[in-house]
């Protein structure tokens, strides 16, 4: 009578340990790329400093998911309310600290490429037509002259407008420094919802 031999090929209890840690092993680090990779490409959470610059539609340490894809498929509207990396305009104008600069910034879209712009006597014009904010916290003690919006650029404005370093101060947002749009805030959850993006 031939014995029967172990199969070699069925796993060991061992085996089956170090096969379990594998697998954990790669699907924690599948997880992880895919977590990484949905943050580079798809959204992005983003923590509002204590400027008040975009008070009332935005408060002090909000947190906020920044859409980083559908910029991908078309360009920002007016009154967008965008994410975007500072510049040396930027810095030099707004006076940011080395801690700072390689921080972003949070405005409203206002004027588009090619858009002329003004304000005037509280009033901000595109194309000669007063812009209806009702967003505002005041309207903003300051003019700023008749200026075009180049190609590829955008005129962007706090909602707080005279308590914000922005585009009449420091000019255009180039398109490539726009990172996404804000969509959701998702804290503080008393405040929880879709951030609302006003439209013409």
């Known amino acids: 009578m031939s014995k029967i031999s172990r199969d070699s090929s069925q796993p060991t209890k061992k085996n089956k340990h170090l096969l379990f840690l594998q697998e954990t092993a790669q699907t924690i680090g599948l997880s992880v790329a895919l977590a990484l990779g949905f943050r580079v490409a798809v959204a992005q959470a983003y923590y509002l400093p204590p400027s008040g610059s975009m008070e009332p539609t935005l408060q002090n340490y909000d947190r906020i998911i920044v859409d980083k894809l559908s910029y991908r498929f078309q360009d920002p509207q007016r009154f967008d309310i965008v994410v975007f990396e500072t510049n040396e305009a930027v810095i030099k104008a707004c006076g940011l600290s080395a801690e700072k600069q390689k921080s972003s910034l ?82 503080p959850l008393d405040h929880f919802g879709n951030i609302d993006h006003r439209k013409d």
């Open 106 to 187: 949070i405005k409203r879209v206002i004027g588009l490429p090619g858009d002329r712009v003004e304000i005037k006597e509280g009033v901000t014009y595109i194309n000669g037509r007063a812009l209806s904010e009702p967003y505002l916290v005041k309207a903003p003690k300051y003019d700023l002259p008749l200026t075009i919006v180049p190609a590829n650029s955008y005129f962007a404005l706090g909602d707080n407008r005279n308590n914000s370093c922005d585009g009449h101060i420091w000019g255009f947002v180039p398109k490539e420094n726009i990172i996404g749009k804000a969509t959701l805030r998702y804290w």
